[in-house]
């Protein structure tokens, strides 16, 4: 199983936790995808029998989007340059990923899917001309045009032109016709995800309950990052993703009162200090944008007492995240804090710190 090594940066990691920075679903897929094996994933659910002809170790992600400025809050695309491993009449295949993040259903779909096919057509004309290359022997790359479907309405309407169109029988011949792949998450029988034994499939198990009950996504959950654990040394940067791709859905889709245990759940799979790292990065961005998990609640409603409230909250459930066990001593010390910038140190050394023993606790209120 091939993986890639790419490391978030510090602005990733920040941009991929706060809510007020894009759409969840939209960089969810994104950082799905940024471990290329789950490309080949998806493609290999959807079409083993090209998927096997593809050199996905090679993926390239092409820095270019199609989607409409007025549809961004809706859907977003990711576009990918895979080359063929056998001898082919062409060199790569460009994979067209339209991420549909609305609740609804999308009539138009089949229209706006050609549209973009027919850009990316057209960007490969212009490099071909920009290379010089003569124009008999210009041609054009297929296309694998995929939606990736993370909305909860099951899609029934057919991605094709004619659904669209008032068609009499005489005029279908003229109606252009080519095939839309389509991977619904949400309404994908579970079981399926399983048929490849791949990550892909496990990390769409557990993605499909995020907002199921409690119960039911801890179960899956846990079936999953057992199956993780079972990936060779070799693929440590493909399980390594795995941690951060469900602790970024545990933090973005379940309540406050789940977190601490799922993300210690995921912790105890976790064999990387560089997931940790990622978490503790991503829990100080929340922080500071004073949002998820109520953290900052206070500094919303402008009430003092909730400022501190929240800020004691915060440094136990980075504590606890960190450390695990946290003695009930320890949490009534932290509870007595009244002080806010005495709180907004400490938040700072418990992220730091390598054991709990090296936190200091202050002996009076207030720091004094």
Aim: proline share 4%; glycine share 4%; net charge negative.
């Amino acid at each position: 199983m091939q993986t890639d090594t790419k490391i978030l940066t510090e602005e990733e990691i920040r941009r991929l936790f706060r809510t007020d920075i894009g759409h969840f679903e939209d960089k969810s897929a994104r950082l799905l995808f940024k471990q290329t094996e789950h490309l080949r994933g998806l493609v290999m659910f959807l079409v083993s029998n090209i998927a096997e002809h593809l050199d996905f170790s090679q993926a390239k992600v092409e820095n270019r989007s199609y989607i409409d400025n007025s549809l961004r809050d809706l859907m977003s695309d990711i576009v990918f340059s895979v080359p063929f491993r056998d001898d082919t009449q062409t060199d790569d295949l460009t994979i067209y990923i339209l991420i549909e993040h609305q609740s609804t259903v999308d009539r138009m779909m089949g229209f706006r899917f050609l549209s973009y096919m027919c850009q990316i057509w057209r960007d490969q004309l212009h490099a071909l001309d920009n290379a010089k290359v003569p124009l008999n022997q210009q041609r054009l790359r297929p296309i694998l045009p995929i939606v990736f479907y993370t909305g909860e309405r099951p899609w029934k309407i057919p991605l094709t032109l004619n659904a669209v169109m008032d068609l009499p029988e005489m005029m279908t011949p003229f109606v252009p016709t080519f095939e839309t792949l389509f991977f619904g998450v949400k309404d994908t029988d579970i079981d399926e995800f399983g048929q490849h034994n791949h990550p892909f499939g496990w990390l769409m198990a557990v993605t499909q309950k995020a907002e199921s009950d409690d119960k039911s996504l801890e179960q899956t959950l846990a079936e999953v990052l057992k199956r993780l654990d079972t990936l060779s040394p070799e693929d440590e940067a493909l399980h390594t993703h795995a941690m951060v791709y469900l602790s970024h859905l545990i933090i973005g889709k379940r309540p406050d009162s789940e977190n601490d245990h799922l993300i210690q759940l995921i912790m105890t799979h976790n064999k990387d200090t560089e997931v940790e790292s990622i978490i503790m990065t991503g829990a100080e961005a929340l922080i500071q944008q004073g949002k998820k998990q109520g953290l900052e609640q206070g500094l919303e409603q402008g009430l003092e007492q909730g400022k501190i409230d929240e800020k004691q909250a915060a440094v136990l459930r980075l504590m606890r995240l960190r450390f695990t066990e946290v003695s009930e001593a320890v949490v009534n010390e932290i509870n007595r804090i009244e002080d806010f910038s005495l709180l907004d140190t400490l938040f700072e050394e418990v992220f730091n710190a390598e054991t709990i023993e090296d936190i200091v606790l202050p002996n009076k209120n207030n720091g004094a």
